[in-house]
């Protein structure tokens, strides 16, 4: 046969009331919470374009940094360094992927005597010719 169900004396006493479940529950909003004045600072071990190196406190938390471009390898800090005028470096391979993309008819150097001489043979593969020398 089907079970009874308990008394609700019985299921009263099972079931704690509403009353203590409200008191125990805490609830604390992160807006409570304010954010420090000063954020935590990380000690950083900066190395240059040169090998040299030195720390510092910031709030990155990488532990070290590689620098490409600095004080030591710019031509504005550096002007009298002939090693860096009219040198391109192209540490993330962005002018390389410029250049296979698009060609070299953007640098500055190949606009003189290349550029005659490729408009020449150009019009040499249009017109069938063979340019004799």
Excluded at 57 to 81: E, G, Y
């Amino acid at each position: 046969m089907a079970s009874k169900l308990p008394s609700t004396a019985l299921r009263r006493a099972q079931t704690p009331s509403q009353s203590t479940c409200t008191q125990q529950i805490q609830v604390r909003h992160a807006s409570l919470l304010k954010r420090p004045h000063r954020p935590y600072t990380f000690t950083q071990l900066v190395t240059l374009s040169d090998g040299s190196t030195y720390t510092h406190r910031t709030t990155s938390p990488a532990p070290i940094f590689r620098s490409t471009k600095d004080t030591r390898n710019h031509p504005m800090w550096q002007p009298s360094l002939d090693s860096l005028r009219n040198v391109e470096q192209d540490e993330a391979g962005r002018l390389r992927a410029f250049r296979k993309r698009f060609g070299r008819g953007w640098d500055g150097e190949t606009l003189g005597k290349g550029r005659e001489e490729a408009e020449e043979s150009l019009m040499d593969l249009i017109s069938g010719q063979t340019r004799e020398s």
